[in-house]
């Protein structure tokens, strides 16, 4: 999801109390990418939420950039 609250929300709830599996918590976040393997605009939306930014404030000018790495 795009919504940050809602993605550590979701985060959160694997770790919530009363959890008893001993194994830990494995994340897999799956990114697209183009046909001939470039950055698709999934790899800007995890890199911001990981850096816990709000998407909705990123300009067009941004998201171009990103996708030009």
Known sequence: STDLK???QADDRVHRPGQTFAGGVS???????????QK???HGT???LREKKDLSKLT???W???LEE
């Open 46 to 48: 995890l890199l911001n």
């Open 27 to 37: 994340y897999y976040d799956i990114i697209a990418v183009g046909p001939q393997g």
């Open 64 to 66: 171009e950039s990103m």
């Open 40 to 42: 698709t605009v999934d």
């Open 60 to 62: 067009t000018k941004e």
């Open 6 to 8: 809602i993605f550590l």
